[in-house]
Structures are given as C-alpha cells and as structure tokens.
C-alpha cells in the first residue's frame, strides 16, 4: 500500500509561483511512476507532469517550460515547481503513484491539493 500526501496549494496572483509537493508513504517508492494530474470545475482530468523511478521526466503542452518535476527518493517526496502561474492553471492538483509488481501495476491517488490563479 502506498499513501499520497500533497501540500503546497494556495491562491497566488497571475506570474507567481508555487511548489506543490508529493509524499508518499512505503517502501515502494522509488520504484513508483508518479505524475501530477489536474482537473477544474467541469473539465476532465489532465495530465500534467511525470517522473519515472529512473528520473525521467515529461510534461502536458501547456505547462512545459513553467512546471518542473522532480524527486527525492531519501525523502520519499515528488515536487512540483510551478512558475508563471495562469489563471487557466487554477485546479485541484493530484498526486499520482503507479507501482509496478508481481501482478501487475498498483494505482495510488492522493486527496488533492487545490491551486487558485487569480488577481
């Protein structure tokens, strides 16, 4: 069992920035894919960054350049920095494990973490 804490949320004004972060509970860490999804009022969820256990990283087009993904396995924590925030970037933001195992892959989700954009 893996078990997704995120914190880091909050309202910022247009062009500020924020660091999300990520932590997980377990030993399965850092064998763990994670990614950071979001979804707003009455859109669909969106895949917003991942990182895999070998620190390969990806990004949606339209974070790529602003958002930055990373980990630190000794702290079992994912991070996401966010710049040049956008009110289109206004969301609940969750945390994402997929842990692969004997019997196929595990899917873990945190409760979320709500980032507002607004002047």
Not at 16 to 36: D, E, K, M
Request: hydrophobic residues 30%; charged residues 15%; positive net charge.
């Amino acid at each position: 069992q893996v078990q997704l804490v995120e914190s880091g949320g909050g309202l910022v004004q247009p062009g500020g920035s924020l660091r999300l972060s990520c932590v997980a509970s377990g030993s399965s860490f850092s064998i763990a894919t994670i990614r950071w999804y979001r979804q707003a009022p009455g859109k669909q969820r969106e895949l917003v960054a991942g990182i895999t256990a070998g620190g390969s990283s990806g990004y949606g087009d339209s974070v790529k350049g602003r958002f930055t993904i990373s980990r630190d396995n000794a702290k079992n924590t994912v991070y996401l920095q966010m710049i040049s925030l956008k009110p289109e970037d206004t969301a609940v933001y969750y945390c994402n494990a997929i842990v692969p195992g004997t019997q196929g892959e595990s899917d873990y989700w945190g409760q979320g973490t709500q980032v507002t954009v607004s002047s």
